[in-house]
Every structure is written in structure tokens, then in C-alpha cells.
């Protein structure tokens, strides 16, 4: 399986099996959902390049994981954000594929919608290297 696919299954897991993030959202998706109910995640685009060493298989993944709430402030997000990180530490290797590394490249917190329908978004982009195991 590529790193990109076995990578983004053990973040999903892992982001579901966080206790404090799942308390406050109602699920997190494997893509944006085209119609769930906020406060819910979602990991987004995965892009993997190759990354290494002499004997090491790796891959560089840039990965998108997005937060959406449906309120007027984006208080809530903050708590939510601060899970990610965690849970990301927390992600086991899948398929022969560990993460060596995660880091929060850039965030942004905005707006989305409009009218009664109206809420916040975070998204965070991560780069993650992993290698293969073995």
C-alpha cells in the first residue's frame, strides 16, 4: 500500500480514537463530507514526494486536516485544534509505514458560509515524514 493511503488511514484512526476531539465533534471524516453535521473534522489532501536516506525508504507527505464548527465565534475550534497534534503523535504505523516526524506547517481559521448556515473552519496543513518499517 503507498504511504499516502497506509499514512492517512493511521491519522484518521488515530484523530477517532482521540477521546478529548471526539467528545466535542461529531465525526471525523475520510474527506470533506458532503453533508454531516458540525462540529466535525475531516483530513483532506495528501501529497507524498519521495523522502530518505541510504537505506531508509521514505516519503514526505504534506497532509490537510480541517475543523468545522457551526457557531458564531470560533471559540470552540481552539480546543479542537490543540488535538491534533496529539493525536498525530499517537498514530500508529499502518501497512508497514511509521511517521518519523509531524510538523504544523501553517494554519488558518476563517469564516465558512453564510446566512443561518454559518460557522468557522480551521485548517491545518502538516508535513509528516515517514519511512517504511522493516
Known sequence: MSAEVAIRAAVIAALREDA?????????????PGRAAAPHAHVGECL???????DVEGREL?????????EEAPARLAGMMARVEPALGAAAGQDGWRIVS?????????????????????VMDYRLRVVRAG
Open 20 to 32: 478529548a476531539l471526539m467528545a466535542v465533534a461529531q465525526g471525523v471524516h475520510d474527506g470533506e
Open 48 to 54: 507524498g514526494s519521495d523522502w530518505g536516506g541510504k
Open 62 to 70: 504534506r497532509l490537510t486536516i480541517a475543523l468545522t464548527v457551526a
Open 102 to 122: 509531524a510538523r504544523l506547517l501553517r494554519s488558518r481559521v476563517a469564516r465558512s458560509g453564510s446566512g443561518a448556515g454559518a460557522g468557522w473552519r480551521a
